[in-house]
């Protein structure tokens, strides 16, 4: 790549790759059932996590500051550890989640060093791993004959949270901001 669009940032230990996918998965897996207590006291349900998408939050930021070994394992194991430990997301979703989430880490974190604004590196991130989302889904509907989700769950779930990817947008840069300068003081 031309040196121009390479940002200079400085390798993290593996160690220090390590916590941060597993601080992560944490708040992955602490964000959503958060946000599912608010929801059901506000008589929202699960919606409010729905529309919110706080599990992608933590996977995005990690691959944006740990890179993308750290980004994708935090995606990858954040809703296996969720559905563990609390049944969700459901079965039916849980593939189609691993393949999104897993990609939002990788791709973010392959973008850490590129020069570009964050929020371009989130919204291709986001591009990525809704795409191929959408076409696991496709090729589970039409190839395999699965009937556990209907098609219309690719645009059902970009229309539901699209406030959550908004905020993502405005979050993320600030939050990477936040990070990255503040061992500069």
Same mark, same amino acid.
């Given at each position: 790549?031309?040196?121009?669009?390479?940002?200079?940032?400085?390798?993290?230990?593996?160690?220090?790759?390590?916590?941060?996918?597993?601080?992560?998965?944490?708040?992955?897996?602490?964000?959503?059932?958060?946000?599912?207590?608010? +929801? #059901? $006291? *506000? !008589? /929202?349900? %699960?919606? @409010?996590?729905?529309?919110? &998408?706080?599990?992608?939050?933590?996977?995005? =930021?990690?691959?944006?500051?740990?890179?993308?070994?750290? +980004? #994708? $394992? *935090? !995606? /990858?194991? %954040?809703? @296996?550890?969720?559905?563990? &430990?609390?049944?969700?997301?459901?079965?039916? =979703?849980?593939?189609?989640?691993?393949?999104?989430?897993?990609?939002?880490?990788?791709?973010?974190?392959?973008?850490?060093?590129?020069?570009?604004?964050?929020?371009?590196?989130?919204?291709?991130?986001?591009?990525?791993?809704?795409?191929?989302?959408?076409?696991?889904?496709?090729?589970?509907?039409?190839?395999?004959?699965?009937?556990?989700?209907?098609?219309?769950?690719?645009?059902?779930?970009?229309?539901?949270?699209?406030?959550?990817?908004?905020?993502?947008?405005?979050?993320?840069?600030?939050?990477?901001?936040?990070?990255?300068?503040?061992?500069?003081?």
């Amino acid at each position: 790549m031309n040196r121009e669009l390479i940002i200079r940032k400085p390798r993290l230990s593996v160690r220090a790759q390590t916590l941060a996918a597993l601080g992560a998965v944490a708040a992955a897996v602490l964000l959503p059932q958060l946000f599912h207590l608010l +929801g #059901a $006291a *506000a !008589g /929202l349900g %699960s919606a @409010l996590g729905e529309a919110l &998408l706080p599990m992608h939050l933590p996977v995005l =930021l990690v691959g944006l500051l740990a890179g993308p070994y750290a +980004g #994708a $394992a *935090a !995606g /990858l194991l %954040s809703p @296996l550890v969720s559905f563990a &430990l609390t049944g969700m997301p459901r079965p039916a =979703l849980l593939p189609f989640m691993v393949l999104e989430l897993a990609v939002y880490g990788l791709c973010a974190g392959l973008l850490r060093k590129v020069r570009m604004p964050v929020v371009c590196k989130v919204l291709l991130a986001q591009l990525a791993g809704r795409a191929l989302r959408a076409g696991a889904i496709l090729i589970a509907v039409y190839g395999f004959g699965s009937t556990a989700l209907p098609v219309s769950v690719i645009w059902t779930s970009v229309t539901t949270g699209l406030l959550g990817l908004v905020l993502q947008w405005a979050l993320l840069p600030l939050m990477v901001y936040r990070v990255e300068n503040a061992g500069k003081k």
